[in-house]
């Protein structure tokens, strides 16, 4: 356990410094990268080495099979061979004749079977055999030449080159890391004095410079600039009660109203946007509480969000937590207000800091973008989306209720006509129309929609399949009307299609499918209008 300790805390020490830190790092990346990088030239070396001794001797084989002639003796034969053997790295050699006679030379005298070789290092013999056929004088096989290399020469080349590589490796390893050392040490210098002189100047000595001599750039550059931090230090320092004043001065005249109470909510200070916002005096509101300024239907949402702040704990609350309410004027007026808390320490006393926002003109923003986005920007009618969300209440209330209900789709008959001869802008201003007259024969609780195009949808909650036709007719009678379009009289149709639940369908999707298809069955047939599921004409009138 000590030796335990001891080693711990001289690696503690070691890894603590940047010198430490920087030799350990080039140690690990060394003992990472190098047994890599060394193993691959070992084995590039290593291919390189055997892949030159094979081609080598299949280079030189056929020039020893050229020294045997088909017409000598065989003591000429075997002196030949012997002349081969003598010659290099042969260690072994046969001839055998297509008569089957086996003439073998050999400096080992091997009697193994003969087992020719095509990878170095093959059988593990050190030995490297190879077949070459010997051909007479008209160039006919007459023989086989066996020959055997000694792969120990390229053995011996290879381990010293891996032994020179190693040496070379340990080198570069030595000379790498007393480099970093060095350069270490040199950074390391100039960067406690840096380090000396910064806490200095933290503990209020702000006359200490820093005078760091170093040929670093990155050093030195680092010094200029914790020198001019230094001076402004000390500027800041004399315009600390200064910027106090500004501060208090911007708060005066923000646009925004900011207010201040105790941790009870009592007012302690308020600024003049906030007397604009409410149109009190300064002196009619410090001392009361905040709750005169929050209407009392949004009293308790931000009597609770104080309460949470106060008791969350936590040091600051940003703007992101800011809470919607509705304020109070000192007319009784209400209106939308926008609400940020925060807490200061004066004195050791909590103070809570609230900024104020009146949001009139935002939030009637944003109903108008909320009216564009569920409605028909040309007729003002619902669109698609709050149409098929009006769909979904209508069925859930006639599941609950059990009541009848239906649904229609119209299309406008010869509209294209209309844009085609006159343009689209006589185009919209038809739609408008349209959908001036269809609101004329629906209720207030029925919905008219449009979805696209020249397409309508109508809601009618309540009605069965007789309400749902006499409606149709309505329509029908309305749209066969002539319209008055900027001086131009046009006439136009409408094919409706009827779906009604629950006999077609209990889910929206179901019955906008079958009022669709009941839709063009009417268009096609020329029908005013059609009751999905009927098989007979409804209205016999050309449209």
Not at 52 to 62: A, D, K, N, V, Y
Not at 394 to 414: E, F, G, W, Y
């Amino acid at each position: 356990m000590v030796w335990k300790n001891k080693i711990t805390a001289v690696c503690n020490s070691i890894c603590g410094t940047l010198t430490g830190r920087l030799v350990a790092g080039m140690v690990i990346i060394h003992l990472l990268l190098l047994p890599l990088l060394v193993g691959a030239v070992f084995y590039l070396v290593k291919e390189g080495y055997e892949t030159q001794f094979i081609e080598h001797l299949r280079s030189t084989s056929p020039l020893y099979a050229q020294m045997i002639r088909a017409e000598d003796e065989e003591p000429v034969l075997v002196a030949s061979l012997d002349e081969i053997l003598l010659s290099g790295q042969v260690t072994f050699v046969e001839l055998e004749t297509l008569d089957n006679r086996l003439i073998r030379s050999s400096l080992e005298n091997s009697e193994e079977a003969f087992n020719e070789d095509f990878f170095f290092g093959q059988n593990g013999d050190q030995t490297y055999n190879i077949e070459v056929l010997v051909q007479d004088a008209d160039g006919d096989p007459f023989a086989t030449l066996r020959l055997g290399y000694s792969e120990q020469m390229t053995l011996r080349h290879i381990e010293r080159t891996y032994w020179n590589g190693i040496v070379i490796s340990a080198g570069y390893f030595i000379l790498s890391t007393l480099f970093v050392v060095i350069i270490s040490i040199i950074l390391t210098r100039s960067i406690r004095q840096i380090g000396e002189t910064s806490q200095a100047i933290a503990q209020g000595e702000l006359e200490q410079t820093f005078a760091v001599q170093t040929n670093i750039g990155e050093v030195s550059q680092l010094v200029d600039n914790l020198e001019r931090m230094r001076m402004t230090l000390l500027q800041d320092r004399q315009e600390i009660h200064d910027r106090e004043v500004r501060i208090q001065a911007i708060v005066d005249n923000m646009a925004e109203g900011v207010i201040s109470t105790d941790e009870h909510g009592v007012v302690e200070s308020i600024n003049q946007a906030a007397e604009q916002i409410f149109g009190y005096r300064s002196d009619e509101i410090i001392g009361n509480n905040i709750a005169m300024l929050i209407s009392e239907s949004s009293r308790v949402n931000y009597d609770e969000y104080v309460r949470d702040y106060l008791c969350s704990g936590i040091a600051k609350i940003t703007c992101l937590d800011a809470l919607e309410v509705m304020g109070r004027r000192k007319d009784g007026q209400n209106f939308p207000l926008e609400v940020a808390v925060s807490e200061l320490t004066l004195g050791g006393r909590r103070v809570l800091s609230g900024i104020l926002r009146d949001i009139t003109e935002q939030a009637a923003q944003k109903a108008q973008l909320e009216h564009q986005a569920t409605h028909d920007g040309l007729t003002c009618l619902p669109n698609r989306t709050l149409c098929l969300d009006r769909l979904q209440q209508m069925l859930a209330r006639s599941q609950r209720d059990q009541l009848n209900s239906a649904l229609m789709m119209l299309d406008l008959n010869l509209f294209k006509n209309v844009n085609d001869t006159y343009g689209h802008h006589y185009g919209d201003a038809l739609l408008k129309a349209v959908a001036e007259r269809l609101q004329t024969v629906t209720r207030g609780s029925d919905t008219v929609a449009r979805i696209g195009g020249d397409e309508f949808v109508i809601l009618l909650p309540g009605q069965n399949d007789e309400g749902a036709i006499s409606v149709a007719e309505n329509i029908l009678d309305i749209i066969r009307k002539p319209f008055n379009i900027m001086g131009q009289s046009l006439k136009i149709g409408t094919s409706i299609g009827i779906a009604l639940y629950p006999q077609h369908g209990e889910d929206e999707s179901c019955l906008m499918r079958h009022a669709d298809e009941a839709m063009y069955k009417a268009k096609r047939q020329h029908l005013g209008y059609y009751l999905s599921g009927s098989d007979e004409k409804l209205n016999n009138k050309s449209v």
